[in-house]
C-alpha cells in the first residue's frame, strides 16, 4: 500500500519574510550584474574607438592624403570623442621585438609595458588574430590591445610605404591603459552595493514590522473565529490593519448571524413540528380513550379520525426524514433521462385524490410534446408534489399546469385561483422551516427550491389574490448526434 507524504505546511510569517527578501536579494544583483555588463562593453566600445582614430592617423601617414579624402565620410572625427583616452603605439618586427630606436620618446614604465606586450606577442603568436583586439592584464593594470599589419620599412617611428624586396611586415599595436576606468567602475559598485546593504537593512526592517502586523491581525482574527465556534457572546471586532482581514472578519460575523438564524429557525421548526405532532397525537389519544371507555358508539367516524390524524403525522415525519437525507447526500443523485410529459402526469395522477375531495379541475397544458431532462427522478417527482400539493390546499376550483419549451430550458408553471399570498409571507416562502399564514410546516417548499437548484435550474412564485403561479425553470436535456 503506497503511503500517501503529508504535504509540508509552511509558516506564513516565515514566508512573508523570505519571499519579499530574497525577490529583493535577486533583483539587486541582477542590476548589478547588468549595469557591470553595460559598462564594461560601453567602456570597450569608447577604448576601441579611440584606437581606430589613432590608427586613421597612422593609415593616413602610411598611404598619403588620397587616404584622408577617400576616408573622410567615416564619421570618426576627432570631436566625437565621448570622453578623453589616452592611446599609446608601438612597432613589432616579424619576431615581435619592440622597436624603441628613441628611448627619451617612451617614459621607463611605458617600455617596460611595451616589452611586456611584445613578449605576449611572441608567446602567443600562433593564436592572436592580426586584426583582433586583445584584453591584457599585468601588474594590476589592464590594457585593452589592437594590432594591425603594415608592410614596408620602419625607422623605429613609423612604418613607410615600400613595394621592394627589402620590405617586411610590421605589426603596429595601439593600445590604452583601462585601468583608471576599471577602478572608476569598481568605485561605483562599491557605493552601489553600500546602496543595496542600505536598502537591504531597510527593506527588512519594514518587512519585518508588516509581518508584525499582519501576525498581530492574524491573531485577533483567529481569537474571534475561536470564539464564534464556540457560540460566545461576541462584540463588534476592531478594525483590523489589513481589508484583507476586514473582509474575512465581515464574512465570519455575518456565518455568525447566519448560524443564529438557523439555529432559532430550527428552535421555531422543532417548537412547530411538536405542536402539529401533540395535537394528532393528542386527538387519537383522546378518540382511543373514548372508545376504549365506551362513551363515544360511532367507533366508525373515531376510526376515521384517528386514521386522517396518523396520516397528518406520518406525512411530518416523511418530510423530516426527506429533508434529513438531502442534507446527508446533498450531491449524490440517480440522475437518468426523463420524459417530463410523463412525470407530471404521474404526480398529478397520485394526488388526484385530494384534488377530487375538494372538487378541484386540474388542468394540463403541453406546448411541448417531447421535453426531456436529466436528474433524479424520485427528488424531481418530490418538488412537483409538493407544489401540486400546496395549489390543492390553497385552490378554489382550478388548477393548471403549462408546460412550454424554451431555447435552453423548460418552463413549468403551476397555477392555482385561490386567495393568493400574503406580501407578508411571500418574500419567505422558500425558507427553511417557515410557516405562514395557514402554513402547513414550513418545509415543502424549502425542499423543492433545492431539489430544482440541484439540478440547474430555479423556481420563482408571482402572487396576486385570486391568483398564484409558481415557475419553475429546468434546463432541457440535450441528446447527442451519432449520426
Known amino acids: 500500500m503506497k503511503i500517501k ?36 562593453q560601453h567602456i570597450e566600445k569608447l577604448t576601441a574607438k579611440e584606437i581606430n582614430r589613432e590608427f586613421e592617423f597612422y593609415d593616413i601617414y602610411y598611404y598619403g592624403s588620397n587616404y ?31 622597436l624603441i630606436p628613441n628611448d627619451q620618446l617612451y ?45 614596408g620599412k620602419s625607422d623605429g617611428y613609423c612604418v613607410l610605404k615600400d613595394t621592394s624586396h627589402e620590405a617586411k611586415d610590421f605589426t603596429v599595436i595601439v593600445y ?106 393528542t386527538s387519537i389519544q383522546g378518540y382511543a380513550e373514548a372508545i ?34 438531502m442534507d446527508m447526500d446533498h450531491r449524490k443523485m440517480n440522475q437518468e433521462i426523463i420524459e417530463l410529459k410523463e412525470l407530471i402526469y404521474d404526480c398529478s395522477w397520485r394526488i388526484k385524490g385530494n384534488a377530487d375531495k375538494r372538487n378541484l379541475n386540474i388542468e394540463h397544458v403541453f406546448l411541448e410534446d417531447n421535453a426531456y431532462i436529466f436528474g433524479d427522478e424520485q427528488r424531481l417527482e418530490r418538488a412537483f408534489l409538493n407544489v401540486i400539493s400546496n395549489a390543492i390546499r390553497y385552490a378554489k376550483t382550478t388548477i393548471k399546469i403549462i408546460c412550454e419549451g424554451k431555447e435552453k430550458n423548460i418552463v413549468i408553471s ?13 418574500p419567505h416562502i422558500f425558507e427553511r422551516f417557515y410557516k405562514g399564514e395557514d402554513g402547513n410546516f414550513g418545509i415543502g417548499l424549502s425542499i423543492t427550491r433545492e431539489i430544482i437548484n440541484e439540478h440547474g435550474g430555479n423556481i420563482d412564485v408571482i402572487s396576486q389574490k385570486g391568483n398564484t403561479k409558481f415557475v419553475i425553470s429546468i434546463p432541457k436535456y440535450k441528446w447527442k448526434n451519432f449520426a
Do not use: W
Open 5 to 40: 507524504r503529508r504535504k509540508k505546511v509552511k509558516k506564513l510569517k516565515l514566508s512573508l519574510f523570505l519571499i519579499p527578501s530574497s525577490v529583493i536579494l535577486i533583483a539587486f544583483c541582477l542590476i548589478l550584474a547588468t549595469f557591470n555588463i553595460l559598462i564594461h
Open 107 to 151: 617614459s621607463e614604465l611605458e617600455q617596460e609595458r611595451i616589452q611586456v606586450i611584445a613578449k605576449y606577442f611572441r608567446e602567443n603568436r600562433n593564436i592572436i588574430s592580426k586584426d583582433q583586439a586583445i584584453m591584457l592584464k599585468h601588474d594590476c593594470n589592464t590594457f585593452y590591445i589592437k594590432p594591425k599589419v603594415y608592410h
Open 414 to 426: 403551476i397555477i392555482d385561483d385561490g386567495n393568493g399570498i400574503s406580501n407578508k409571507d411571500l
Open 292 to 325: 376504549e371507555s365506551g362513551v363515544i358508539k360511532d367507533n366508525k367516524k373515531s376510526a376515521s379520525i384517528i386514521i386522517n390524524e396518523s396520516k397528518k403525522m406520518s406525512s411530518l415525519v416523511d418530510e423530516i426524514l426527506f429533508l434529513s437525507r
Open 176 to 281: 590604452a591603459n583601462i585601468t583608471p576606468m576599471q577602478n572608476f567602475v569598481d568605485l561605483i559598485h562599491k557605493i552601489l552595493g553600500l546602496l543595496m546593504i542600505l536598502s537591504g537593512i531597510v527593506s527588512i526592517f519594514v518587512i519585518l514590522r508588516m509581518t508584525k502586523k499582519i501576525d498581530n491581525s492574524f491573531n485577533k482574527l483567529k481569537k474571534y473565529i475561536i470564539d464564534v465556534g464556540e457560540r460566545k457572546v461576541l462584540e463588534e471586532l476592531d478594525v483590523l490593519d489589513y481589508r484583507e482581514f476586514n473582509d474575512v472578519a465581515k464574512t465570519v460575523q455575518k456565518m455568525s448571524k447566519m448560524i443564529d438564524q438557523a439555529e432559532e429557525s430550527q428552535k421555531q421548526f422543532f417548537q412547530n413540528a411538536s405542536h402539529e405532532l401533540r395535537t394528532p397525537l
Open 68 to 98: 584622408l579624402n577617400n576616408h573622410q565620410n567615416d564619421g570618426n572625427d576627432k570631436n566625437d570623442a565621448e570622453f578623453f583616452i589616452t592611446v599609446y603605439y608601438a612597432i613589432l618586427d616579424e619576431n615581435y621585438n619592440a
